[in-house]
DNA sequence: GCGGACTGCTTACCT
DNA sequence: ACAGGTAAGCAGTCCGCG
């Protein structure tokens, strides 16, 4: 289920009266006293040459600036004199400032090194320009391409997300006290861990026991004159800013507008009473902008980066001449920041892949304020039927404005959930919150591992080092250009099967990796001794001396995920306002968790290390492969499983607690009931099936009828025969579901003869992934449709866009739906589709499609 | 010139 | 840009075929 389907539901559910809350400061504010501020970020100022942490003091940003007389440095391999003979250049560098002598573990050999910290006065002058001191030094260069600001985090152990005090001008965090009795029960739950584990423990609680508080920020939104509808360019900003919306969590809501030649006030719009100031000229209008954007600490866009405050910084700066010290925004390359406030940009958090999938169970298709509003908010932006540039000033308003109410709302909803969320994956990721909103999950992660071995004394290794010694995955894939094994999907037995029960393995690969001790440095490590310490189905080896850091952190926040924090968000004693605030916290260690085995496979990330990942499936294998093993033992069935799953076949209660207890004493995995099904359908294809739950609830996977891309005719008769078939209670039913089917499909074949569907309903949906000159081996049908789009109107095809086709008897075999007929349909092809489409199901259930019609292939459409 | 067998590409899905 | 495994449909290629 997804994290936001469990919020709802979880509301509706529980109107009780509240219980007296075990854990009142986690959403108590009251706790939160006027000096203590949240750290958001920290940034690099380059005027004064200091890190700067950016806290949030209940309303604005307040800058702290560092007053240690900390600077940016690397670290390097050779000693001093070695540099100044071998690389005089790095003492004459401009920006050099020190040597000093460290000492570091380097985990990969397990020795602790001697080393040389290369201090130089300002970032630029360790990595970033060509004869920066990282290059001059080439080879004997280590931990030289962190960022400067988050080197700061984790030389001064500060984590973003949490509280700070002021004292005698140092930062201090601020403890909040866990209470005694839950910290007793939580540590009884690990006494058996390892002493790594219970020492690292209290500082994972703290993150999860600090209270969330609520951020104010402003949402806002432009629009642009646009000639013939063109997009303008933001680099350029040649045309003028015509308006702005504001909409902020304190209820501050404007409108400002431009004053133009031949604009029409126009009509009012019911029940829009928005505030609406208009301006005469331009630069006064940005000016008023600049000013109320710097009344909040958070500035939210959608796409800001790329577009809004691009443009309003370079119409400011480009057309107006005002001063870069005067605009509240500067510009990366890719992004927009602000000089006292922290911008996020809805757009990039929502594109994340962890949180479209994960936290979104993919429901929204393209990331667009239109798709992703109406899928979470089930709102939408204003349609419109006329270009921007000619509507009126009420249209306009009213236009733009619903536009920063949607981006405000996409961080309000389900009691702040998104809001929430980002705090949270802050702290454990230890990037500030500019970062954790632009940045994918690999980059979390590798923050999060990068602050474990500077808090530890660990060198940091470099990603080629980690390459060298441990080398690529050993197993051969089965899929072509893939690196190694992935997981074991099991021939499914065909046909319908009652009484189900599906078993599954709790967090397989994260257990995986914590039971078999999986890190880079202790999969084949140098100790003699280890070698002997095979993992079983792999080639390698693992450490024996030591606890790997990976195994050890993503161990601890799975522990701690699985026993406490999963099981507080179902604890129906709690409020559900608790449940929700412990179901937040469980997902965004399921995010990070579960990621955790994927990035050591991934080649950019800086701790890739083939190895584990090839080892973490094994053990992955090993475990679903034994499983199937002890259930055949014990007189079960098998009937079909997936990675970390087994789907048994009218097991007893008694043969379920074997097997349980089984997994937990030899392999050490928690294995659970996952669900029980009235009854499965299962056809000879792997990943595909459907499940009906005791209470006529309906689990469909894969199945094509589900697919996003099948037309909507199609999707609602697939679901009115999964309807027909969730009634099914025992054998003697299925005759007469069939029956109904039957006329399901006829009336469908009918219609479908008859021309009776819209070109909407008949549509193809399907994602167009990249631009459209980018398609060079094929030219798949959604591209010829799109490309026809593009030459025969004055639409703009962009990557992610979703294509509209039907399936024509035109020459290309398709075409766009704006430009389709319904005589253009080819009725053979969907009658293909209709009949694929219910195969899958029907062929579980012993019927085929033609016997079901009574129809061959071709009869039906031949008069 | 055309169709069947085949491979590869593309998308959407599962875990 | 976290991973690999699977299904489906189509595009494109090769081969055989008087």
Wanted: include cysteine; proline fraction near 3%; glycine fraction near 4%.
């Amino acid at each position: 289920m997804s994290l936001e389907s469990y919020v709802k539901s979880s509301k509706k559910s529980d109107k009780s009266g509240k219980k007296t809350s075990e854990l009142s400061n986690i959403k108590d504010e009251s706790s939160i006293s006027e000096d203590d501020f949240l750290l958001l970020s920290v940034s690099y100022d380059g005027q004064n040459s200091k890190a700067v942490a950016n806290l949030y003091d209940q309303k604005n940003i307040r800058k702290h600036y560092d007053n240690s007389g900390h600077l940016p440095y690397l670290i390097s391999n050779l000693t001093i004199d070695e540099i100044q003979n071998n690389y005089p250049k790095v003492r004459k560098h401009e920006g050099f400032e020190k040597f000093e002598n460290v000492q570091l573990e380097n985990l990969i050999v397990d020795k602790q090194i001697e080393m040389t910290k290369v201090i130089a006065k300002d970032p630029l002058s360790i990595g970033g320009r060509v004869n920066s001191i990282r290059e001059v030094l080439r080879n004997n260069s280590w931990e030289d391409k962190i960022r400067y600001h988050n080197c700061y985090i984790y030389d001064k152990g500060l984590i973003p997300g949490l509280f700070y005090n002021e004292v005698n001008g140092n930062l201090v965090k601020k403890e909040f006290q866990i209470p005694e009795d839950l910290k007793k029960q939580i540590t009884g739950l690990f006494s058996a861990e390892s002493e790594d584990f219970k020492k690292t423990l209290p500082h994972i609680l703290e993150l999860f026991f600090t209270p969330i508080p609520r951020i104010e920020r402003l949402a806002l939104d432009i629009e642009v004159e646009a000639p013939e509808n063109r997009i303008p360019d933001p680099n350029e900003a040649k045309q003028q800013v015509i308006c702005i919306s504001f909409a902020a969590t304190d209820g501050f809501k404007k409108v400002l507008l431009l004053e133009r030649e031949g604009i029409e006030e126009g009509e009012k719009i019911e029940g829009f009473n928005v505030e609406i100031q208009k301006f005469k000229e331009e630069k006064e209008l940005l000016e008023e902008i600049f000013k109320i954007m710097e009344n909040y600490a958070v500035v939210l866009t959608f796409n800001g980066d790329n577009f809004d405050l691009k443009y309003l910084y370079n119409r400011a700066n480009k057309e107006f001449k005002i001063k870069k010290s005067e605009i509240p925004i500067f510009l990366g390359r890719e992004i927009a920041l602000l000089r006292n406030g922290i911008h996020v940009d809805l757009y990039k958090f929502f594109h994340n892949r962890a949180i479209q999938l994960s936290a979104f169970s993919n429901k929204y298709r393209s990331v667009s304020l239109d798709d992703v509003s109406q899928a979470l908010l089930n709102s939408q932006k204003i349609k419109l039927d006329k270009f921007i540039s000619d509507l009126s000033y009420n249209e306009i308003a009213y236009y733009c404005f619903r536009d920063s109410e949607l981006t405000l709302g996409l961080t309000q909803f389900n009691n702040n959930l998104v809001m929430d969320l980002i705090i949270l994956l802050m702290r454990i990721s230890k990037l500030s919150m500019e970062d954790v909103t632009r940045q994918g999950i690999s980059s979390w992660l590798q923050n999060l591992f990068y602050f474990e071995h500077r808090q530890r004394g660990y060198l940091i290794p470099n990603p080629e080092y980690i390459l060298s010694i441990k080398g690529e995955a050993k197993s051969t894939a089965m899929i072509k250009g893939k690196k190694y094994m992935g997981a074991i999907v099991i021939e499914p037995t065909p046909g319908v099967f009652f009484n189900v029960v599906v078993l599954d393995f709790a967090s397989l690969y994260p257990s995986v990796i914590q039971r078999n001790n999986l890190s880079y440095e202790t999969i084949n490590c140098p100790h003699k001794e280890c070698k002997e310490n095979r993992l079983p189905n792999t080639k390698y080896w693992v450490c024996t001396r030591k606890t790997g850091l990976s195994a050890l952190i993503i161990g601890l926040l799975k522990e701690l995920r699985v026993k406490w924090f999963k099981l507080k968000a179902k604890d129906k004693s709690l409020s559900p306002e608790e449940r929700n605030m412990y179901n937040v916290i469980q997902f965004a260690l399921k995010v990070i968790v579960n990621a955790a085995y994927g990035v050591f496979g991934f080649a950019n990330f800086p701790l890739y290390c083939p190895p584990v990942a090839d080892a973490t499936t094994a053990g992955g294998r090993f475990a679903i492969e034994q499983t199937i093993k002890k259930a055949k033992e014990l007189n079960v069935e098998v009937l079909y499983g997936d990675t970390d799953s087994v789907f048994l076949y009218n097991p007893t209660k008694e043969q379920i607690e074997n097997l349980i207890k089984w997994s937990q004493k030899e392999l050490e995995i928690e294995l659970d009931v996952e669900k029980t099904f009235r009854w499965v359908a299962l056809s000879d294809r792997k990943k595909n099936y459907l499940g009906v739950y005791p209470n006529g609830a309906v689990d469909i996977k894969g199945l094509t009828g589900k697919k996003s891309n099948t037309p909507q005719f199609l999707q609602k008769m697939f679901f009115d025969m999964i309807n027909m078939l969730s009634d099914v209670e025992k054998k003697e039913d299925i005759k007469p579901a069939k029956e109904k089917i039957k006329k399901l499909v006829k009336s469908a074949l009918t219609k479908l003869k008859k021309k009776s569907y819209t070109l909407e309903d008949l549509a193809f949906r399907v994602v167009l992934t990249r631009t459209l000159d980018k398609y060079k081996k094929t030219t798949p049908q959604h591209v010829k449709a799109a490309k026809q789009l593009q030459n025969s109107t004055d639409m703009k095809i962009q990557a992610g866009d979703v294509i509209f086709f039907v399936k024509t008897r035109t020459s290309d075999g398709v075409k766009p739906i704006q430009l389709a007929r319904l005589t253009d349909i080819d009725t053979k092809k969907y009658k293909q589709a209709i009949e694929s489409t219910f195969d899958q199901v029907l062929d579980a259930l012993g019927i085929s499609f033609e016997e079901l019609t009574g129809i061959r292939t071709l009869d039906f459409f031949m008069n």
